[in-house]
Structures are given as C-alpha cells and as structure tokens.
C-alpha cells in the first residue's frame, strides 16, 4: 500500500476495532532511522538527519477514557525521557487544556490541568 | 511555559474534531495537537501547520509541512535603536545626497525616501553582522584569558584587554537583546529581562501567524509566494 520510495519502512501500533491504532512511515531518502520504539499509545522513531542533530518523532493517540488519560500522559513522561534531543510530538490526544479548544462549555477542568502541567513539564530534558 | 513543549499552532483553524456530521450544531473540539521542543523548533524553523478537509472521518488531518514558510522580501522598518549607533546620520546624509534631484521635486523627494530606507537597511545589515563577529570574538579571547589564567597568573595588560572586552561585549549584547525585543514586540518584557532566545522564538511564532497560505484574486487562487505580491 505503501509507494516504492518507503521501502517498507514503517512502525505500527495495531488499532483496538475501528479506533486507535498508529502507523509512522517514512521515505527512504529522509536519511537513517536511529530506533524506534512501540508503546501503548504512541510510536515513536528516531530520524538522524547527515546534516543536522537527531530528533525524535512520537505519534500518539490518546484514549478515551479519564483513567487512561492519566497512564496515557504518564506513558509520554516515560518516552520522553528515553528519547532525548529535539522533539516533536503529535496526534489526537483526545485532551484539551484551554477553554477555547471546544465549542461548548462542557469541560473536565481537572483533566485540563493534568494536560497542561504536563505541557509545562515537558522538553528541555 | 517557555520551557517546556510548546504547541505548533494550527493555521486558520481552531477545531480539528466534529462529533456529528447532521446535527447543526455539532461539539468540535480541538483533539488533534503537535508539540516541540524549543531545540526542535530551532532545527526546522520554517514549519507550516495546515489543516486540510476529511472525506470521511470525524477528525480533520493535519499536515506540517517543514519548509513551508520561506524568507520572503523584507518591509522597511525604522529601527528605533539605529539614531544612537555611531554612522547613523552620516548613512543617511550619503543615501540621501545620492539622488540627484529631477524635474518634479516630489519625484526627487520620493526617491530620496526610497534610498535612504535602502541605504539605511543595508548599513543596518553590515553593522550587524559586525556586532555578531565582535561579540564572538571577544568571547573567545576572554575564554583563552580564563583558560591560561588557570596555569599562569595574567600580566597587568592581559588584564587590562580581559576587562575591556569584557565590557565591551556586555554592551554589544545588550544591543543584540534590545533588537531582538524590538522584533519580538514583546512590551510586557522590560529590557533584559529575559534571553535573546526567548525573543527569537515569538518573533518566529508572530511571523508564522502572520503568514498568509494563500490569496484570491478573481477567480484565482495564489499559493506561490512570488505571484502574492
């Protein structure tokens, strides 16, 4: 399914039914991959440029449920700080942390914290 | 918040997430997110969040492009520090007397304008780089000064240079900080108050939310660069 520049280069999560699941994949010519690593809820690969410094791609999908949201964030310490260097982390998180990231005014303010101090927490590692 | 992940903003978009196709007013919510690290942001600084439309899915994709913003022409901006550094007004007496004056005198005085900002940003430019040098320089020999003072006890001159260029590349990096929270528009900050770093990172964040993806002219849509002006 995927073009002849991946080279079968790729990570994957199995999804859980119709939901989740996390597939990172990557052309050939990007460079060399460092590692990789598969988690509960995100996929993380290493991409080491020859022009520049290594840096750390993590793809999450964040779960539904407020329980798991705690362990999902935890997760996320986890990696980051296994993966060290520049970072980018992206995917649904399924969390917000501001008011003006839903349209109505049904919020889990608790779960907004949690969120945001981990955004606080995070990078500079 | 500086120091830790700090979200990539999505382009001309707030909610990635619909919770219903029919209804008419459906919860979006904003679920779909990136984060970087400052260092992450240095090495990619010309990244573009865009979101585009779903066929089918509730979830809106995201894509980021990494260079995507590219330099584009700069707007003349008077800087207000320029009037206090030394050949201020003699680049602009020599940019102004360039034009020779034509028949109309608000041609002459147009053009008049038009090379002075000319010549005062290509002075503006040659000066800075000159700062930048300066600083690293001086750097470096204070740095082999506090290396060899380790081993040797400094003679009275060495110590004499060591304090001046100390000095002196306290004030240059003054100027670098003032330039940079000029760029930065960041008021709140008095000067000094934080690093030049800081500064960088929200002049790039102000310059990626005043990027424009596209235009409509008529019937068309411009997404070169070049064709948007």
Known sequence: MLGSEFDNNFVYLPSDGASG????????????????????????????PSDSDAWWLTCVYGPQHDQDKIQFL?????????????????????????EEDKNNSNLNRAMMGRFRR???????? | ??????????????FTWTSSFTNASPTLVRLDRMFCTLDWEDQFPGWLLQCAASNDSDHCPLILGLQDVIGCRKRFHFE??????????????????SVQPRTCPLDTLALKFKATARGLQSWSQRNFGHFRSQLLMAKEIIRQFDIAQESRPLQPN??????????????????????????????????????????HHFARYRKKKNFIPKLQVGDQVITKHEDKY
């Open chain 1, 74 to 98: 935890q997760e996320l310490r986890d990696v980051r700080g296994q993966c060290p260097g520049p970072w980018l982390v992206v995917g649904d998180f399924n969390l917000i942390y501001k």
């Open chain 1, 21 to 48: 699941g996390i597939l990172v994949a990557w052309r050939s010519l990007l460079g060399t991959v460092g590692a990789t690593r598969v988690d509960a809820q995100s996929v993380s690969v290493q991409f080491c």
């Open chain 2, 80 to 97: 207000a520090f320029w009037p206090s550094l030394d050949g201020f007004l003699e680049a602009v007496k020599e940019a102004w007397d």
């Open chain 2, 1 to 14: 918040m500086i120091w830790g992940v700090s979200e990539i903003p999505v382009h001309g978009q707030k």
């Open chain 1, 118 to 125: 981990w955004i606080n927490d995070l990078g500079g590692l």
């Open chain 2, 158 to 199: 060495e110590l004499w240079l060591r304090n001046n260029l100390k000095r002196h590349s306290l004030a240059l990096s003054s100027l670098l900080r003032t330039v940079a929270r000029l760029r930065s528009r960041m008021h709140w900050l008095k000067e000094g108050d934080a690093n030049t770093r800081l500064f």
